[in-house]
């Protein structure tokens, strides 16, 4: 069984154990994802089976994108609502006008400083391993291109928006950025993956689907590749 199978991860599972039903349900060797998603995110999720993972590289370098929810006033250790909250500061006095004026400088190329709670390399060790033991290090920049940013509704302290963005890119801390920038911190509340390269959610099967095929049905839903 080789494809790709499009799966709609749901609040509260990580990536790895959306693998891992895949595997166990339908008696899979191999299969890997395209780009992970965090535990409390839901959407796409780009599940490479058989042969697919061999060519997962083609699929890590597409754009994202992304509807979510930033709250201001509360600044976390994480960047969104799992972490532990760092500072409070009141955002009842920034005007629309502010908040959007400082969206759009986010938008294009820009540097980003990947958060301490990541997957990314230290010498060896997770960076997450490191911040579970109260450790953090210098992180390099990184290059990243954010080529929309559209706000979707303010009722403060909550701010909905959509975001289309290169690989790469951490919304949690856009979130913080953008938190930082306005003077009153912020944190991601919420969020979810709408499209991955030219997959999108709405062509998804979600894992309460997934529970009822058979593996005949799993392969009928599979994506050939060339």
């Not at 502010?98 to 969206?103: C, M």
């Not at 938190?179 to 991601?188: I, M, N, R, S, T």
């Amino acid at each position: 069984m080789d494809g790709i199978l499009l799966v709609d991860k749901p609040k509260g599972m990580t990536s790895h154990d959306v693998i891992d039903f895949v595997r166990r349900s339908f008696g899979i060797a191999k299969a890997g994802h395209a780009g992970t998603l965090d535990p409390s995110a839901t959407g796409l999720l780009v599940v490479l089976i058989g042969k697919a993972t061999k060519i997962s590289s083609r699929f890590l370098g597409e754009d994202k994108e992304y509807e979510a929810v930033m709250t201001l006033g509360k600044k976390t250790h994480t960047g969104d609502a799992d972490g532990r909250i760092l500072q409070e500061r009141p955002a009842s006095g920034i005007s629309e006008e502010r908040i959007r004026s400082v969206f759009a400088d986010f938008e294009g190329e820009t540097d980003q400083v990947p958060p301490m709670v990541s997957a990314l390399h230290h010498k060896g060790r997770r960076l997450y391993e490191l911040a579970r033991k109260g450790t953090e290090v210098p992180r390099e920049p990184r290059k990243i291109r954010i080529s929309e940013l559209r706000i979707d509704g303010i009722d403060l302290p909550d701010i909905r928006f959509t975001v289309r963005c290169s690989k790469g890119t951490y919304i949690r801390k856009l979130c913080d950025d953008i938190g930082e920038a306005l003077g009153c911190g912020a944190h991601l509340s919420g969020l979810r993956r709408l499209k991955a390269g030219e997959f999108t959610v709405e062509n998804s099967t979600d894992i309460e689907k997934l529970k009822s095929f058979s593996s005949e049905e799993l392969e009928r839903r599979l994506i050939r590749y060339e």
